[in-house]
């Protein structure tokens, strides 16, 4: 693809149109707002204010985005409880066993994926925050879907703010047990099935008739948080609202996905169309990103309580 046509971050263009006076300068009133609102952030999230949660499914403004992110995934906090410091584990000569995946990782992030093209210091910065992350969680050590979450925060910080959003998703977030042991992904599966019959019946119904199970296409999602799978402006908007509620965020996005393919999953034949169609990673490039969200986040209302009630009957179900 020409260069052209290509967006700041790499991926192709959207057909949006250059913001007219007026709304510049409503976007101007809304990067101070936030800027305003930074110093607050910790005391807001604590408390659960439904400012914050508002402004952030609104989108947080291109620019600022980099100031925001680290007080959502308390970045600092995390290099207080952090046993070493990012600089210690780059100049560290201790030798990872991962170095040959990460390497092979490196060369083919992206690589069947048409939205970006990384360049020498991008690879090289994907490899160092790859390799830092393995020596500081040493239990996991490397796990496939690491490099796609790390490469798209490259295209929005360094690889030191990288390195450490990626260990505030592993321990604040949890997500570390997703990496360590896959199947802890399956309760989120069997969530997502029975969410999936709540808000989207007809197409469980397809599902079971081909024996398709949620593992089969929202693996991926699950564990690249949709960085594999989304174009950039789309998941940096799910991201916005995934440091604040959390894995909620990832059970909607899934069902945004659904219901946005819906109706060329129920034609089709066989499971292997289904998951080609689920697979489909060019289809959203030119879906509006607040449409996306609206669906998302207004359509599969539910709670956290639900999420660990599902939780509790999938464990129910492993003592059996």
Same mark, same amino acid.
């Given at each position: ?43 807001l999230m604590s408390n659960n204010d439904s400012k914050l949660k508002s402004r952030l499914r609104k989108g947080i403004p291109e620019g600022i985005r ?67 992350i393995s020596l500081t969680f040493q239990d996991m050590g490397y796990c496939q879907g690491l490099n796609y979450l790390a490469a798209s925060f490259l ?5 030191? &703010?990288? !390195? ?5 998703? @592993?321990? *604040?977030?949890?997500?570390? #047990?997703?990496?360590?042991?896959? +199947?802890?992904? &399956?309760? !989120? ?5 029975? @969410?999936? *019959?709540?808000?989207?019946? #007809?197409?469980?119904?397809?599902? +079971? ?112």
């Amino acid at each position: 693809m020409n260069p052209e046509n290509r967006d700041h971050y790499g991926f192709p263009k959207q057909n949006i149109q250059t913001p007219s006076k007026e709304e510049m300068l409503k976007i101007n009133a809304r990067i101070e707002k936030w800027r305003k609102m930074i110093p607050k952030i910790p005391q807001l999230m604590s408390n659960n204010d439904s400012k914050l949660k508002s402004r952030l499914r609104k989108g947080i403004p291109e620019g600022i985005r980099i100031l925001i992110w680290p007080c959502l995934a308390e970045i600092d906090q995390m290099k207080i409880q952090a046993k070493r410091t990012y600089k210690e584990l780059i100049e560290s000569q201790e030798i990872s066993p991962h170095d040959s995946q990460i390497t092979l990782d490196v060369m083919r992030t992206f690589q069947s994926n048409d939205l970006i093209k990384m360049d020498t210091i991008t690879s090289q910065s994907l490899f160092t925050v790859l390799r830092a992350i393995s020596l500081t969680f040493q239990d996991m050590g490397y796990c496939q879907g690491l490099n796609y979450l790390a490469a798209s925060f490259l295209l929005l910080m360094n690889d030191e &703010l990288v !390195y450490w959003h990626l260990y505030s998703l @592993l321990t *604040k977030y949890g997500c570390i #047990d997703t990496y360590i042991n896959p +199947t802890n992904t &399956l309760k !989120y599966f069997y969530a997502l099935d029975i @969410l999936i *019959k709540q808000f989207l019946p #007809d197409l469980h119904a397809k599902f +079971t008739k081909l024996n398709i199970v949620p593992f089969y296409y929202a693996a991926e999602w699950f564990i690249t948080l949709f960085s594999s799978i989304l174009p950039m402006q789309i998941f940096l908007r799910v991201t916005d609202i995934f440091w604040y509620e959390h894995h909620k965020t990832t059970f909607r996005a899934s069902l945004a996905i659904l219901k946005i393919r819906k109706e060329e999953i129920l034609t089709a034949k066989t499971m292997e169309q289904v998951i080609t169609i689920l697979k489909d990673q060019k289809f959203f490039n030119n879906f509006d990103p607040d449409k996306f969200i609206k669906i998302a986040m207004k359509d599969f209302i539910f709670s956290k309580k639900d999420l660990r009630k599902y939780y509790d009957q999938f464990a129910a179900t492993q003592k059996k």
